[in-house]
């Protein structure tokens, strides 16, 4: 299973984009998503992450719910990439990253057409969505 988690809201880019932060509202969207998968019983074996600081920080902030630790990947700065690869020999992971890179990698998966909201999470499993939650979704699963 690959679970697809764009970063929480983040602050307006003012200059270097790599270095945005998260809002409060970006936090609390971070700490619901881990609350909400913890709270289904998902417990992935690895958790994968954009090393620009609004990924960073939302998978650090989601994975304390999770008792896992984020890896920090070139590979979900920008841009197509594969999460089958990123994913090989690792179990179930968490990708935390950026739109539309994600957006795009499920359709690719799965041929679903989606764009997944600041917050939002994809899940997958083979070439089948199986879910696709909005913010608000996470933190209603996570009270």
Do not use: W
């Not at 920080?57 to 890896?71: R, S």
């Not at 690792?90 to 539309?100: A, I, K, S, T």
């Amino acid at each position: 299973m690959i679970y697809l988690l764009r970063h929480g809201d983040a602050e307006e880019g003012m200059g270097d984009d790599a270095v945005r932060r998260l809002t409060l509202k970006g936090e609390r969207q971070a700490r619901a998503a881990g609350e909400a998968l913890a709270a289904l019983g998902i417990e992935p074996d690895a958790c994968l992450t954009s090393p620009k600081a609004r990924a960073a920080d939302t998978a650090k902030l989601t994975c304390e719910a999770l008792a896992i630790e984020p890896e920090i990947t070139e590979e979900l700065r920008g841009g197509p990439f594969d999460s089958t690869d990123l994913a090989a020999g690792r179990g179930d992971v968490l990708l935390v990253g950026h739109e539309p890179d994600f957006s795009t990698e499920v359709a690719r998966l799965t041929g679903a057409r989606v764009k997944l909201r600041k917050g939002g999470l994809a899940a997958v499993d083979g070439g089948t969505l199986v879910a696709l939650l909005r913010p608000n979704d996470l933190a209603a699963i996570a009270e």
